[in-house]
């Protein structure tokens, strides 16, 4: 029977969807991440359909977002996104903590995520030996060059008509400085650290909130580094949406994987 129970540990916030006729200890083990602005109840259908094939899944709300949202503070762009990021990935030893504590194994951890969470999927992967496995659904394995290739954007888009040179020049120089925290979780600069990981990535040919080309390139590098353990799936048409079929997809993917 798939459950799902709210817990907090250490003031984060998570619910736990699993089935209850499997041994904790042998369940294997996901964290999965939403989106920005969105909360861990948006995620109850991607946790339901990995807890079905076994696994007991874990979805915190991301910092300011749910039920660590604040009150009259509205999310700032940029600057609160990346913030988000690192204390994702800061927070999840916290997590793994609870887990140990309960009777899960905290030694084999698969994470996964939607958008903002398929970021934290990919910086996860690059810094945790432990996280063994991911799934990124429309995410991006390139914080560095997304969060450059966004502030252009926004810059010739009515931006510099908007604010003067100076304010630009200052969103500029904080992007270079957060770059040089970035490199050190950017999955398309440490392609060693996944070589080995099994890896799924879905994206929409179409997307324009967070474009393919991240995902397309990684791939390509992927295969020219003779990487054995990802896959690659794209929907031509699709947009900043996630289909059911790659959920499908991404549980067969990593099942294949698990059971060589």
């Not at 129970?5 to 083990?29: H, Q, R, W, Y």
Request: hydrophobic letters at 35%; glycine letters at 8%; one cysteine or more.
């Amino acid at each position: 029977m798939i459950t799902i129970e709210k817990k907090t540990t250490k003031n984060i916030p998570f619910l736990v969807v699993e089935d209850k006729d499997i041994v904790k200890s042998s369940a294997p083990v996901m964290v999965f991440y939403h989106g920005w602005t969105n909360a861990k109840e948006s995620l109850m259908t991607q946790a339901y359909v990995f807890a079905l094939d076994g696994y007991a899944v874990f979805v915190p709300d991301a910092l300011l977002h749910g039920e660590r949202k604040q009150e009259n503070r509205a999310l700032e762009g940029t600057t609160d996104f990346y913030r988000i990021l690192f204390q994702n990935v800061k927070e999840l030893p916290t997590l793994r903590e609870y887990m140990e504590e309960n009777g899960y194994d905290g030694t084999d951890i698969t994470v996964g995520g939607i958008s903002m969470g398929g970021f934290t999927t990919s910086m996860l992967l690059t810094t945790y030996d432990w996280v063994t496995a991911g799934a990124s659904f429309i995410g991006c394995p390139d914080p560095v060059s997304f969060g450059k290739d966004m502030l252009v954007w926004q810059y010739e888009n009515g931006g510099k008509e908007k604010y003067p040179k100076e304010i630009w020049d200052d969103y500029f120089d904080q992007m270079d400085r957060l770059a040089s925290d970035l490199r050190h979780y950017s999955l398309a600069e440490n392609l060693n650290k996944i070589l080995e990981k099994p890896y799924f990535i879905f994206h929409g040919g179409k997307d324009e909130v967070v474009p393919v080309k991240y995902d397309r390139l990684l791939a390509e590098d992927l295969k020219k580094s003779h990487g054995k353990h990802f896959r690659y799936s794209e929907q031509p048409s699709g947009g900043h949406h996630v289909p059911y079929r790659s959920l499908l997809e991404a549980i067969d993917f990593l099942n294949n994987e698990r059971n060589q």
